[in-house]
């Protein structure tokens, strides 16, 4: 619907167009440009007559006008299918060994094959195709599990949709695929008549097992899963003999019973994909899908991302390894320059405390100088004091000795005297008394004077010794 309308809103700009384009004939889509035949519905050309634009100005060229590639797959009213139709040369794709529970993708891989695009299931698988390895969402959504293993689960046609719009994008081809479940069977044979085979859901051996394990999202979404689930392409029908022309996976080119072929059919939900254009169809990737892209994404590009996380991430760690080096290294450098500091603070207290010991030890050395030139000039003073105090002794030695030989001499001329006076005048008993007294006073008088002279001697060494303190 959403194609139809895109193709009408091109033809009314083509339209307007032509109001003021340059006279040409402009062609939007021939037969010829939209791919073969058999695929497409075109049968008319549609031509629109342009006159100039009444202007002085440069005239205006305008480019053809040309729309997407697009089919229009629904069938037309009153249709009338054909007893029997047949796609021939379609060759079956095998799954196993490579992907044993990769049936989707292999029927998707075989219809891109028969419609002539060089692609290989596996590669199809591991490049384009969603998976979800946790089974955190839907078979709508991503393959949940792995084809590549016997345990995995499988998807639904939206996953096979955007397994086949990555491929196109990838080889920049208009091609797409189109979501045709919910219409029954004989009405889809109609794409067969098209040319167009039909990748279907049913089960193994069109065993009749319903969906009997329900699925639940950690998000709340449920989804039936049938373990017998299986996808085939149905490349033709017989309406007489009752039979379709299977391509199985897991068996080949195959002709199934058509009621029991429509019955499980119906059983899986009516579930039917078909490729629109094949591998000459011209033009380019057409980025706006009318469908929702799923978030999840395919091996390779998973795996991708998860590398490039990877890499971010010892990125990261080695730019933070780096970081802490860095930081390690400032560290390292505000250390040593701390230690620089402290070693210079260190030697700095080292000079200071030996010019302190310097200082002190200087000043000792004066203090014992003054002290050594102290105790000098003191001794001088004793030796003075001494030397003052001998001569002083000598001298009143002298002194009383030659006083004493004077009086002796006194006396001995007393004696002379008085011996003569008193053999003259007197008796010797008179002698002998005068005598004595003599005596007793000389001595008496040298005694005091000899006394008197050393106090004298004392209170000059006193006073010299006061001096030399000075």
Not at 11 to 16: D, E, G, I, M, N
Not at 164 to 175: T, V
């Amino acid at each position: 619907m959403t194609r139809k309308f895109l193709r009408t809103a091109a033809a009314c700009a083509a339209a307007l167009i032509c109001l003021t384009s340059c006279g040409e004939t402009v062609s939007l889509m021939t037969p010829e440009e939209s791919g073969p035949a058999s695929d497409r519905s075109y049968t008319d050309e549609t031509e629109v007559i342009t006159t100039p634009a009444e202007t002085e100005t440069a005239e205006e060229v305008t480019e053809p006008v040309t729309e997407g590639f697009s089919v229009d797959v629904a069938r037309p009213r009153g249709h009338k299918a054909a007893k029997k139709s047949i796609i021939k040369k379609f060759e079956t794709v095998m799954q196993n060994p490579e992907l044993p529970t990769g049936c989707e993708v292999t029927s998707l891989c075989q219809t891109l094959n028969y419609l002539g695009f060089d692609i290989d299931k596996v590669e199809l698988a591991d490049e384009f195709m969603p998976m979800d390895h946790e089974g955190s969402t839907t078979m709508d959504y991503a393959y949940i599990g792995d084809p590549k293993l016997q345990d995995g689960f499988g998807c639904f046609p939206p996953v096979l949709v955007q397994t086949a719009d990555s491929y196109f994008e990838s080889i920049d081809s208009p091609c797409y695929a189109e979501d045709m479940s919910g219409i029954e069977l004989e009405k889809l044979f109609y794409q067969i008549e098209e040319g167009r085979p039909l990748i279907t859901w049913v089960t193994i051996d069109l065993v009749e097992l319903r969906p009997e394990h329900l699925w639940t999202t950690p998000d709340g979404d449920e989804m039936w899963f049938s373990g017998m689930q299986h996808c085939v392409t149905v490349y033709g029908y017989d309406l007489d003999k009752k039979i379709v022309y299977v391509a199985d996976p897991l068996k080949g080119n195959v002709e199934y019973d058509l009621e029991r072929f429509t019955n499980m059919f119906n059983m899986l939900g009516q579930k039917a994909v078909i490729i629109c254009g094949d591998s000459e169809t011209e033009g380019h990737y057409d980025p706006n899908k009318d469908y929702k892209k799923s978030k999840f994404l395919s091996r390779n590009a998973y795996e991708a991302k998860k590398a490039e996380e990877e890499e971010a991430a010892i990125k990261a760690a080695e730019e933070e390894a780096k970081r802490a080096e860095e930081e390690a290294k400032k560290a390292e450098e505000e250390a040593k320059r701390a230690e620089e500091e402290a070693k210079r603070a260190e030697e700095e207290a080292k000079k200071a405390e030996e010019e302190a010991a310097r200082k002190a030890e200087e000043e000792a050395r004066k203090a014992e100088e003054e002290a050594r030139k102290a105790e000098e000039a003191a001794k001088t003073t004793t030796t003075t004091t001494t030397t003052t105090t001998t001569t002083t002794k000598a001298t009143t030695t002298q002194a009383t000795t030659t006083k004493a030989k004077t009086t002796s001499v006194k006396t001995t001329a007393s004696k002379t005297t008085t011996t003569k006076a008193t053999t003259t005048t007197a008796k010797t008993t008179t002698a002998k008394s005068v005598t004595t007294k003599a005596k007793t006073t000389t001595a008496k008088k040298v005694s005091t004077k000899a006394k008197t002279t050393s106090v004298k001697v004392n209170k000059t060494t006193t006073t010299t010794a006061k001096g030399g303190k000075k």
